[in-house]
């Protein structure tokens, strides 16, 4: 099945404990992205990769980092996570020039 | 800079009623919109972008480059279409800008 993959679904922990969320892709899209969903904020673009070894900023990307080594996967790494990065996380991918974005379950991440 | 705004966070509304969900967009490039909906416990998906001018489960949405806006709209709700409603537009490089979202309830 064609899809998305984010993991952790839901994760607890605390502030400077480094984490990783991994994303996985299987269609083949050039296009990854990460977007952060926030109550009365709607969906903020965080990285974005339009290949492998290209990575940008969004509008939020402080305090996140990402790596693309390979097409399928984009992980979102916290170095030093704060309470402030709370949020529900979803990673999406596409063909380049679709506009079609394919969104994973999401993942909520709760930073103490 | 390109935004997306969508000035109703919550929409309510009775099945059979119309229902207008509004977005404006301010970008200096010709533009390319879409609507996402997320459906409860359902992920976040294509809806219809304008460039296809088609209707998607009776919902149609007209770009009006003058008034910049690309409002959703269906003629009569229904129970299934209770949804949280993202407006986006496309920029350079596939990246897409949201807007805030409107969640949509549609009461029996």
């Known amino acids: 099945e064609a899809q998305v993959t984010q993991n952790p679904r839901y994760l607890i922990t605390v502030t400077g404990k480094k984490l990783t969320v991994t994303c996985s892709q299987n269609?083949?899209?050039?296009?990854m992205s990460w977007y952060r969903q926030d109550p009365g904020l709607g969906l903020r673009q965080i990285y974005y990769s339009m290949n492998v070894e290209v990575t940008d900023k969004g509008d939020v990307p402080e305090g996140y980092k990402v790596s693309r080594k390979e097409k399928r996967n984009f992980p979102l790494i916290l170095e030093s996570p704060s309470p402030n990065q709370t949020s529900l996380y979803f990673c999406a991918s596409s063909f380049l020039a679709t506009g079609e974005l394919f969104f994973g379950e999401g993942s909520r991440l709760t930073v103490l | 800079a390109q935004r997306v705004t969508q000035p109703e966070k919550l929409l309510s509304v009775f099945k059979g009623a119309p229902v207008e969900l509004k977005c404006n967009y301010s970008?200096?490039?010709?533009?390319?919109l879409f609507w996402y909906v997320q459906y409860s416990r359902q992920r976040l998906q294509l809806l219809l972008r304008?460039?296809s001018r088609e209707s998607i489960k009776g919902f149609t949405a007209d770009l009006n480059k003058g008034e910049t806006s690309f409002h959703l709209k269906k003629p009569f709700a229904q129970e299934e279409d209770s949804a949280m409603y993202y407006c986006?537009?496309?920029?350079?490089?596939?990246?897409?800008?949201f807007g805030e979202g409107t969640q949509l309830t549609v009461n029996p």
């Open positions: 970008y200096s490039g010709s533009p390319e």
């Open positions: 269609m083949n899209h050039e296009y």
């Open positions: 986006a537009l496309e920029t350079s490089g596939s990246r897409l800008t």
């Open positions: 304008h460039i």
